[in-house]
């Protein structure tokens, strides 16, 4: 039972943190995907904004994110996620 309202708390957690980040459908930018990055984590996570931004600002890496996030019917910021524990867990 615990383990049930456990699992509907986060997932209600991220549908807010969704609903919080920019439409990527049109205009998507490095900016706004760097924005939504830190909104996303409510500015508790200290990233590497200058590191993300370079990998990101790369024209085919926002278009390859938002490709991703329509195909599985996420958002850029969620497929960019799950790409870097994939590459991290794939380097070990």
Request: glycine share 2%.
């Amino acid at each position: 039972m615990k383990k049930d309202k456990d699992t509907e708390f986060h997932r209600k957690l991220k549908t807010e943190r969704l609903f919080r980040l920019n439409d990527y459908r049109k205009n998507y930018s490095v900016d706004l995907f760097i924005s939504d990055l830190i909104n996303y984590f409510d500015g508790g996570v200290d990233f590497n904004i200058d590191n993300i931004r370079k990998y990101v600002d790369n024209l085919t890496k926002i278009d390859e994110l938002i490709r991703l996030a329509k195909m599985n019917n996420s958002h850029p910021v969620i497929e960019f996620i799950q790409k870097l524990f994939k590459d991290l867990a794939a380097e070990k």
